[in-house]
Nanobody, 119 residues
Framework: QLQASGGGLVQPGGSLRLSCAAS????????MRWYRQSPGKERELVAT???????DYVDPVKGRFAISRDNAKNEVYLQMNSLKPEDTAVYYC???????????????WGQGTLVTVSS
């Protein structure tokens, strides 16, 4: 399972760091991602990181957000800087992983953590 944390209330221009820990019978984690969903909108991809550290971002967060991971801890992070009110959303972590005893990869989601950017 995935457990996300780190959300909260922050003023515009502020920063937050989200964390997500994967636990259980994990053999290998391939790509990890952060998604977000604002009220009344569909869930959207925010950032992706491959196992070897290659990253990709959607245009609205480029230069402000940074995704990273610790493969030894099975964790992924999202450092969010220069936050704007439009970044307000529930943020979800995602992992594409395989379990011991299986060669299949499956998609897993965290429970979401709320980020509110407001003065």
């Amino acid at each position: 399972q995935l457990q996300a944390s780190g959300g909260g209330l922050v003023q515009p221009g502020g920063s937050l760091r989200l964390s997500c820990a994967a636990s259980g019978n994990i053999f290998n984690i391939d790509r990890m991602r952060w998604y977000r969903q604002s009220p009344g909108k569909e869930r959207e991809l925010v950032a992706t990181i491959s196992r070897d550290g290659r990253t990709d971002y959607v245009d609205p967060v480029k230069g402000r957000f940074a995704i990273s991971r610790d493969n030894a801890k099975n964790e992924v992070y999202l450092q969010m800087n220069s936050l704007k009110p439009e970044d307000t959303a529930v943020y979800y972590c995602y992992a594409h992983l395989s379990s011991y005893g299986s060669d299949r990869y499956s998609d897993y989601w965290g429970q979401g953590t709320l980020v509110t950017v407001s003065s």
